[in-house]
């Protein structure tokens, strides 16, 4: 039912949980692939060099510690492990990946790390649940 699950993480307590739901879905399903995207904000142009190559080394070294972090909570499951990291919107990121790699559920942390303009224009949980190309499931 569920061979190809998404995982969005971002560092926080809420996406904890979900790494440990997403690696007990995909043992419970005998999933074929676990893909883990972490998505970060784009970076302001108006930056401009050598600050923006300091921030762009910083997120980047940020994001691949997420993601071994989210590798090494989901241990071992009966499927291949797929990692991304990608600069833009997040859950315009996680849907676009989600369309491009067909994948059959996404799961979330119902709160992540998000700045205070989430409380004004919505969640990233809730953008993602609004237009996914599957079924989500958030986690507390």
Known sequence: MFGKILLAVDG????LHATR?????????KATELRIVVAYDPIP????EPNMQVVITNR?????????YAVEEVGEVPCEIHTEIIEGDPASAI??????RESDVIVIGSRG????AGLLLGSTSQKVVSHA???VLIVR
Do not use: Q
């Not at 739901?21 to 399903?29: S, V």
């Not at 980047?60 to 071994?68: Q, R, T, W, Y």
């Open 12 to 15: 926080s307590e809420h996406a």
């Open 21 to 29: 739901k997403a690696a007990d879905l995909a043992r419970c399903m």
């Open 45 to 48: 142009l108006y930056l401009g």
């Open 60 to 68: 980047k070294g940020e994001a691949e510690e997420i993601l071994n």
């Open 95 to 100: 849907i676009e990946v989600a369309k491009v």
């Open 113 to 116: 790390l998000g700045r205070l």
């Open 133 to 135: 190309p599957c079924p």
